[in-house]
């Protein structure tokens, strides 16, 4: 156990369905991620949040949708994917944004399995 | 830019074996170098890492050593457990973003 928490663990969704996901963390962290991981290919970093505001957002289309209401909570939300969009979406958490602090260690949810039919 | 290479996987070894996983990087400045490892069915956990050239970062008796002058940082363990079967992760963090940078991962396979 992590201290970080993602639901649903699975998700099947049509290219028109509109879903979200959802990431808490217990840690009192003020940093997090959104990572994809696609089999065969590195951690693709999607967006950082730091204090609740983006600092980060590396040319993601624009059908993901972030969204961080506090330091506790972040959302991936989903509308219109492809199927090359399926893979395990991962959050993390940290201390800090990393490289400000001492501790440079992030912390990951066990991840959502995203089917996209 | 950052970028990681490990080797292709999945590495397959008998429990007892000596497990080496292959990272090279490529980095702007002086990274900090980290291995992570993901168990099936969970996130990744943060194994061990090393700050500067020459430092061994070492944990659960796997050891990665910041070799500057090859610009590696490979992972060995003398004896692997079942346990052990797993998808490790190398990554780096430098410039003036310190968010991670990761490999693909490779897949360990330990068969009893």
């Known amino acids: 156990e992590t201290g970080v928490t993602q639901t649903p663990r699975h998700l099947v969704m049509g290219m028109t369905n509109k879903k979200s996901l959802k990431c808490e963390q217990h840690?009192?962290?003020?940093?997090m991620y959104w990572y994809k991981q696609s089999a065969k290919k590195p951690l693709e970093l999607m967006f950082v949040?730091?204090?609740?505001?983006?600092?980060e957002n590396n040319s993601v289309p624009s059908r993901f949708s972030p969204e961080c209401p506090n330091s506790s909570h972040l959302f991936l939300h989903l509308h219109t994917l492809q199927p090359e969009d399926s893979a395990l979406y991962l959050c993390?958490?940290?201390?800090?944004?990393?490289?400000?602090?001492?501790?440079?260690?992030?912390?990951f949810g066990s991840g959502t399995q995203l089917s996209v039919l | 830019g950052n970028s990681v290479t490990q080797m292709e996987g999945p590495v397959t070894l008998s429990e007892e074996a000596f497990l080496t996983i292959n990272c090279t990087y490529t980095a702007t400045g002086y990274p900090s170098l980290f291995w992570y490892v993901q168990y099936p069915g969970e996130g990744l956990q943060l194994l061990l890492k090393?700050?500067?050239?020459?430092d061994k970062g070492s944990n659960k008796g796997f050891e990665a050593t910041y070799r500057k002058e090859t610009t590696s940082f490979h992972l060995e363990k003398g004896s692997v457990q079942v346990s052990d079967s797993a998808v490790y992760f190398c990554a780096l963090a430098s410039g003036g973003s310190y968010i991670p940078t990761f490999g693909r991962g490779t897949s360990l396979i330990v068969h009893p």
């Open positions: 949040y730091s204090l609740e505001e983006r600092v």
């Open positions: 840690l009192g962290h003020n940093a």
């Open positions: 993390a958490s940290s201390q800090v944004l990393l490289g400000r602090g001492t501790d440079e260690k992030l912390f």
């Open positions: 090393a700050t500067k050239a020459d």
